[in-house]
């Protein structure tokens, strides 16, 4: 702004609003997009585990046997714990 010019208050009040609530709500649309990301995982706890293993038992084993898809499940969860402790294992060596 140049020297002596007047500014209206309220409408910089107005804008610094508005533009606080637009980054608000692009912070909750980013978290709920990251959210489904991470929830598509396909690991057990998280909703893409039960859809990989239901996919997995239906379309390879040919199978809709409950304990097939428990079987993969288990098989998929211990997989994700193994990777789960080679990713923490550096920090204890």
Known sequence: L????????QLLGELYFI????G??????????????????PVIPFDGGKIASTLYATYFLQSTDERAKKRIEDIMLYFFLFIAFLNVLPFFL
Do not use: P, T
């Not at 140049?2 to 208050?9: L, M, S, T, Y």
């Not at 533009?19 to 637009?22: A, G, P, S």
């Not at 692009?26 to 990301?37: K, T, V």
């Open 19 to 22: 533009r606080n609530i637009y």
């Open 24 to 41: 608000f709500i692009m912070i909750c649309f980013l978290l709920s997009f990251l959210l489904a990301l991470v929830n598509l995982l």
């Open 2 to 9: 140049k020297e002596g010019a007047k500014v209206d208050e």
